[in-house]
């Protein structure tokens, strides 16, 4: 299970990127598993936060937010 987050801008420090990126991750993983699936199949729970954007040309874009 991944999170990424779109880049933030202004007062956000990179830290609490990555932490709330982390917290989105898990976040994910605790809906899927209340909804029934096998926890035994997540492996491992990451938070990237806005190291691997689908939109390279727009940091800020929506889209770069995504589990």
Do not use: C, I, Y
Not at 16 to 22: F, G, T
Not at 26 to 37: D, I, P, Q
Request: proline letters at 3%; charged letters at 35%.
């Amino acid at each position: 299970m991944t999170h990424r987050r779109r880049a933030v801008r202004g007062r956000r420090t990179r830290l609490l990127d990555w932490e709330l990126s982390a917290d989105g991750a898990n976040a994910s993983r605790r809906e899927l598993v209340s909804g029934g699936m096998d926890e035994s199949k997540v492996l491992r729970v990451l938070g990237l936060a806005s190291t691997q954007n689908l939109n390279q040309k727009d940091p800020m874009d929506p889209e770069n937010r995504r589990a």
